[in-house]
């Protein structure tokens, strides 16, 4: 590869990995708004967002961002590295984007909707003590974990769609 080709390859990943941050972020902003409980007695803790003089949406927003960055960096570059092996284009790096983005989508729904199921048949999970309303925070659980398996489920099946066009 050229130099610019690396240019170009890393602005690309710059890309993802911002539209990753994005998506983290808006979603977080959804997970609050059901279980506030777990950023408060679960994230917050465990990014050092303690300052309570921010307001709790912004801390959330921040999560996300880093949380989403972090996801997507490693995402961003499998799916670089498989668009150029395969002798792809750019087009087909953003359409293994939007593979990832709909995956994350449609299973972070599906974790809300299964949460919501387990929780009414009354399968207990255990949650941090400072957990008052273990429904909402079960629920955002459940819809984290399945935005992170959505995701790689979304570039498995990119993976899988794009592995005989070269």
């Known amino acids: 590869m050229t130099v610019r080709e690396w ?3 890393l602005g690309r990943l710059g ?3 911002g539209l990753a941050a994005i998506y ?3 979603h977080d902003q ?3 708004g059901i279980g506030p409980e777990y950023f408060t007695c679960l994230k917050f803790p465990q990014f050092g967002l303690l300052d309570e003089s921010i307001a709790p949406r912004w801390r959330v927003a921040q999560v996300g961002l880093l949380a989403g960055a ?3 960096l490693p995402l961003g570059l499998a799916l670089s590295w498989w668009v150029q092996r395969r002798s792809g284009t750019g087009r087909s790096l953003w359409r293994g984007a939007a593979w990832v983005g709909l995956g994350a989508v449609i299973l972070a729904t599906l974790g ?3 949460g919501g199921l387990a929780l009414e048949v009354g399968s207990a999970q255990r949650v941090p003590a ?3 309303d273990a ?3 079960l629920l955002a659980a459940w819809m984290h974990d399945g935005s992170y398996l959505g995701a790689l489920a979304g570039l498995l099946a990119f993976f899988w769609r794009s592995r005989r066009q070269r």
């Open 24 to 26: 983290g972020a808006l």
């Open 7 to 9: 240019g170009l390859a």
């Open 30 to 32: 959804l997970s609050y």
């Open 70 to 72: 972090a996801a997507g």
């Open 15 to 17: 890309v993802l990995v």
């Open 112 to 114: 809300l909707v299964l």
């Open 130 to 132: 400072c957990v008052q």
């Open 135 to 137: 429904h909402g925070f």
